[in-house]
């Protein structure tokens, strides 16, 4: 891999290059929903006012989703930032494998359902149930069901968790109804058996990640596996039940539950069963794949693992090969930035808490767990509580340990994540995500004195909206939609808001000129950081943010 090249002309910062990644602030739209605006932002504001300063596009096209309408997420906006191009993502590669028929000829679906067949046992599904395109496609779910029949799977057992976070909070019903319109026609011929056997709220059960909650995993394991727990002759019964004696319950919260016949759960995983778990993101399915392969666990109390053929959506790690067994390839994302960069020489410092740790280094890097030679991370342990109880999260030690960093003149890169407008905007929560905006700008605020004592470069961005947009909103008249005591409704999702993108260059402001782009993206970003070090970036890279010195593309 050959090296950068220097720029000439140009007057390299004697500080390093700071990418700051404040996760899911966006740009809002409507001031009675955007708690970025709302929110006490003053250096921020002063950013705006006084730097380069543009917008950027953060979802659908713009990192690699199928369509505009689809909201971006961490993991699509890490990878188009860190390696600079735009790449197919997991919810564009599985829906062009199952319409061209690639999975169900690929060796694995093959695998899965040959094993069914020969021991005459259960396929089971697991994974989060809606269309919000992040984690899973109920679409991709309901093509591998209708697939399955057509094969000869006389008996399927489906395990939904429920969303709430990636579409509107309390919409359950509404996928359990198409679902069960669904299954009432696949059903219909009486050759097969395909019904809802378990299933639980996303932050309940099965979906941690980065090894923050295992009770999580624990709680889905005995749901899904042993059938352990509330029993319910439908799935629609258990989130009423559970909505009446929790009024206000978020559909990602909800309890597990086990459906049942004759006070037996119908759909335990056992020995010689094939499962396959459906979401297509890696972060959330790397535990539950674990609990599933591992021979030996100490995480939590597994008991005897169910003799089964496991199989994920796509590969949720290549470097370590997780799973071993998976439907549809991710994209191969090469030549990142932090490769280029170690490659140059050019020393680099990563850092979030544990919450989007994985995000600023195994999605940065082009879904690569390895560490690249001139690497250098830190992961600060989030807390184990409700987001919204402790809105600031990390920000303040995340910020100590970057300014320590700037100050000891070791990283000429550092990028770091507040995870704040994100996390704490998924609650929903509105005074919580004021103040966890807040605390994001103290951070930078913080992060500009550090730049101008040592004469760095700061940049300042977002891989996706989130705070920015917190309240449901009426489509036909654009006003907040509100709840029978007359207050706005919380909107959890992503926005499909732009981003902004800030670059602070105390020392030597006139130095850069954003250059002439048309609608330009979060995967410009990686360019940009290149350009401002004092570096030709890739040729096939999305164009810098800035031009400097020499470095004015033809």
Request: glycine letters at 10%; proline letters at 6%; aromatic letters at 8%.
């Amino acid at each position: 891999m050959d090296k950068l090249e220097k720029i000439e002309n140009y007057n390299e910062p004697k500080g390093p290059v700071v990418l700051v990644v404040m996760d899911g602030v966006g740009i809002g739209r409507n001031p009675a929903s955007d708690f970025v605006k709302i929110a006490s932002t003053p250096n921020l504001d002063w950013l705006r006012e006084h730097t380069l300063y543009t917008e950027l596009k953060a979802h659908g096209t713009a990192v690699g989703l199928p369509d505009d309408s689809d909201m971006g997420n961490s993991e699509v906006g890490h990878n188009a930032m860190g390696c600079g191009r735009i790449f197919s993502q997991g919810a564009a590669l599985v829906g062009k494998a199952i319409a061209s028929g690639r999975l169900f000829e690929g060796d694995v679906w093959r695998e899965l359902v040959a094993n069914v067949i020969d021991h005459q046992t259960t396929l089971h599904f697991i994974g989060l149930f809606s269309d919000g395109n992040v984690h899973s496609n109920l679409n991709h779910l309901e093509a591998m069901l209708t697939r399955a029949k057509a094969e000869g799977i006389r008996k399927a057992r489906i395990h939904p968790l429920i969303d709430g976070r990636d579409v509107p909070p309390t919409s359950a019903l509404t996928y359990v109804d198409r679902f069960e319109g669904f299954l009432g026609d696949i059903n219909a011929s009486g050759t097969v058996e395909y019904c809802v056997a378990s299933g639980g709220g996303r932050m309940k059960i099965t979906m941690d990640r980065y090894n923050a909650d295992w009770g999580m995993v624990e709680r889905g394991w005995n749901t899904h596996v042993k059938g352990e727990g509330r029993g319910f002759p439908t799935m629609r019964q258990a989130i009423e039940t559970y909505r009446a004696e929790t009024p206000g319950i978020l559909d990602q919260d909800l309890p597990p539950f086990v459906i049942e016949r004759d006070g037996k759960p119908v759909g335990r995983i056992e020995d010689g069963d094939s499962v396959i778990f459906f979401n297509f993101r890696g972060d959330r399915a790397l535990e539950i794949t674990k609990a599933f392969e591992a021979d030996q666990l100490s995480e939590f109390r597994r008991g005897p693992k169910p003799s089964v053929l496991y199989a994920g959506m796509m590969q949720y790690d290549g470097d370590l090969c997780v799973p071993q067994k998976y439907l549809v390839s991710p994209p191969a994302i090469d030549r990142t930035m932090s490769q280029y960069l170690s490659t140059t020489g050019v020393p680099q410092f990563a850092i979030s808490e544990t919450q989007k740790f994985g995000h600023m280094t195994y999605f940065f890097n082009g879904n690569n767990s390895g560490k690249f030679a001139t690497e250098t991370w830190r992961e600060i342990p989030s807390d184990n509580c409700p987001f919204e109880n402790a809105p600031r999260m990390k920000a303040k030690e995340i910020t100590d340990e970057v300014v320590r960093a700037i100050e000891s003149g070791e990283y000429r890169f550092i990028r770091l994540n507040y995870p704040n407008g994100d996390m704490v905007g998924h609650t929903g929560v509105f005074e919580a995500v004021k103040i966890a905006v807040e605390a994001v700008d103290e951070g930078v605020g913080r992060l500009m004195q550090a730049v101008r004592n040592t004469g760095g470069i700061l940049v300042c961005s977002a891989d996706h909206g989130n705070s920015d947009d917190m309240c449901e909103l009426d489509k036909k008249t654009g006003q907040l939609k509100l709840d029978d005591e007359g207050k706005p409704l919380p909107k959890t999702a992503h926005s499909l808001n732009p981003v902004p993108a800030i670059i602070y260059d105390p020392a030597n402001g006139a130095n850069a000129r954003l250059a002439k782009l048309d609608q330009p993206g979060i995967a410009n970003l990686a360019a940009t950081c290149i350009t401002l070090l004092g570096y030709r970036p890739p040729a096939d890279y999305t164009a810098s943010l800035v031009e400097v010195g020499g470095a004015t593309r033809d």
